[in-house]
């Protein structure tokens, strides 16, 4: 099969790269995830060894795969193996960003399965379907949802075709322009959210439970979540952020630019924490319901409380945002590597890797249902692509980018991209030889 020759698409400005790559990193692991692990692991001493963990090991994993792809001007996979053949280092080297694309894929299939909730608890909110519902109606609502195959699909393929149809369009008319409209849309909303927070008398204990911390209930385990999440909240080890840096210019300061996204983004994850958290002492909810705490707590909130449709409304639009703009990136690098692989235009590029992930997704929303058995090592196909990814790609796949970027490219030429001096590029060598590796490492054998 022939290979097209492919115009390299670019952004068309900083911001719009910003807003893509902080839209990336924002996403349900910030709106439905973050708040539910705060709640778990105690509060505000999970949050100081999360924002520890992001400067470490997220930031110079960030940096590093923006670097990458930017050197590339590829796909994760032959952007790796170029760079590997030029460092004078085996083919092999593009394994890592095999594993980043395939990775991306997997989570795609089942993140749209959850975009799908949100969707239909979208709809749930303006139909007023939580109104009067004490706890048990709330689960129920939920557990009805779950044991609805044709619902799930339903949701599944709604959120899917939205997520085609932003990334067939291409980088700059699609991606950025969804970002631009997005994430100025998801701020605005999260700012009135914790506005409401702050009326409900609440705002002072949710403030103190996110930012008071209590040591006592710091352990190794919330270290090691603290860890995990900062890795994944960034979207790292999934082939999107090598991709997102292969459309960047030589212009941009990736580690200035990384500075702004990791603040973006931090920032969000603690005002969703703002947001919610109000509600949750407001009405007595309770605080570690994990990942219930979105779909089965809030509700029971919403439905109880003066313009709860409206708030709940707003909240859940606030949520399909967020994951929109992480689904989007997370077929962004399938497609690029479609694309530039084979003859297939951008749409249809689009329409293939999106398809694909559809019907994979199918298998996980079957999940929940008809196909609830375990299938392998005791988990179900919407568990075992979440551990398969979470708990092995994503970790290896962005162990693997810091070695080979600190390892085996070309120091000086690496420290004149960063506009780094040389004490500066010292330290940036210690963490990222050192620290970032060993977390990295540490997170991926704990998790067996």
């Not at 068309?12 to 924002?26: H, K, M, W």
């Not at 998801?186 to 930012?211: D, I, K, Q, R, W």
């Not at 941009?252 to 002492?281: C, E, S």
């Amino acid at each position: 099969m022939s290979i097209k020759q492919h115009q390299h698409a670019h952004w068309s400005s900083r911001l719009g790269f910003i807003l893509a790559a902080t839209g990336s990193a924002v996403g349900l692991g910030n709106i439905w995830k973050f708040p539910y692990m705060v709640g778990e692991s105690g509060g505000a001493a999970f949050v100081l060894v999360y924002l520890l963990c992001i400067a470490l090991i997220g930031l110079p994993i960030l940096v590093t795969e923006w670097l990458i792809g930017r050197r590339g001007q590829n796909n994760p996979a032959n952007a790796m193996a170029d760079l590997a053949k030029a460092a004078g280092r085996p083919r092999a080297w593009m394994l890592v960003g095999i594993s980043g694309i395939l990775g991306a894929f997997l989570i795609l299939s089942f993140y749209s399965v959850i975009g799908g909730w949100s969707l239909y608890y979208t709809l749930n909110s303006v139909t007023g379907a939580f109104s009067g519902q004490d706890a048990d109606g709330i689960g129920a609502l939920f557990n009805a949802m779950l044991g609805n195959p044709g619902l799930l699909l339903a949701g599944h393929s709604v959120f899917m075709l939205l997520v085609i149809g932003i990334v067939a369009r291409g980088v700059t008319k699609g991606i950025e322009s969804a970002a631009r409209l997005l994430m100025p849309a998801l701020g605005v909303l999260l700012v009135v959210l914790v506005g409401y927070g702050m009326s409900t008398g609440h705002f002072g204990e949710a403030v103190s439970y996110l930012f008071n911390p209590d040591w006592s209930k710091l352990s190794g385990e919330t270290v090691l979540a603290a860890l995990g999440h900062a890795f994944f909240t960034l979207s790292l080890g999934m082939g999107i952020m090598m991709a997102y840096g292969s459309y960047l210019g030589e212009e941009v300061n990736l580690l200035k630019t990384a500075r702004t996204v990791v603040i973006m983004d931090t920032v969000i994850a603690l005002g969703a924490g703002l947001a919610i958290f109000p509600l949750v002492f407001a009405n007595d909810l309770d605080l570690a319901s994990g990942p219930g705490l979105i779909f089965v707590t809030l509700p029971l909130a919403f439905g109880q409380m003066g313009g709860g449709i409206v708030v709940g409304l707003m909240f859940f639009l606030l949520l399909t945002f967020a994951a929109l703009t992480s689904a989007i990136s997370l077929l962004e690098p399938v497609v690029e590597f479609v694309e530039e692989r084979t003859p297939l235009s951008r749409v249809a590029s689009t329409l293939v890797s999106g398809v694909g992930a559809w019907a994979l997704g199918i298998a996980a929303l079957l999940s929940f249902n008809l196909w609830s058995d375990p299938v392998l090592f005791g988990l179900n196909v919407f568990d075992l692509l979440d551990k398969l990814t979470s708990k092995f790609m994503l970790p290896l796949t962005g162990l693997g980018a810091i070695v080979f970027t600190s390892w085996y490219l070309d120091k000086e030429s690496v420290r004149r991209e960063l506009g780094m001096d040389v004490y500066d590029f010292s330290l940036w060598s210690l963490i990222t030889r050192f620290i970032a590796p060993i977390g990295v490492a540490v997170v991926f054998f704990s998790s067996l």
